[in-house]
């Protein structure tokens, strides 16, 4: 059975730091891009970021390029959100996700959901 799991959340305070994680068990780890999305409250799931194990490929949402970074650890099946300069409005339930292939912004097609995170970003 295929799984990502999810880790790294927490509470942190505006202009702090926080990396979370994706380790991803029973997939082929070369396959997939993996994702993050996030669902603030009373909002709907958008995309954060992604990385394309096919060809290295990234994607930021507007909203946090310059702050976050992606990447991968082949050897783990793990791919790392590092996230400085938090807001408060990066505060959501954080999602890795998994698609084939090719990084995708639309929650349609994902063919792997992880446990979310809580991310709390307090003022």
């Known amino acids: 059975e295929v799984q990502l799991q999810a880790f790294g959340g927490g509470l942190v305070q505006a202009g702090g730091s926080l990396s979370l994680s994706c380790a991803a068990s029973e997939i082929t780890f070369d396959d997939y891009a993996i994702g993050w999305f996030r669902q603030a409250p009373g909002k709907g799931r958008e995309a954060v970021s992604c990385?394309?194990?096919?060809?290295?490929?990234?994607y930021y949402a507007d909203s946090v390029k310059g702050r976050f970074t992606i990447s991968s650890d082949n050897a783990e099946s793990t791919v790392h959100l590092q996230m400085n300069n938090l807001k408060p409005e990066d505060t959501a339930i954080y999602y890795c996700?998994?698609?084939?292939?090719?990084?995708?912004?639309?929650?349609?097609?994902?063919?792997?959901w992880g446990q979310g995170t809580l991310v709390t970003v307090s003022n």
């Open positions: 990385i394309s194990r096919s060809d290295g490929t990234t």
């Open positions: 996700a998994a698609h084939a292939v090719f990084c995708t912004i639309q929650t349609l097609g994902i063919h792997y």
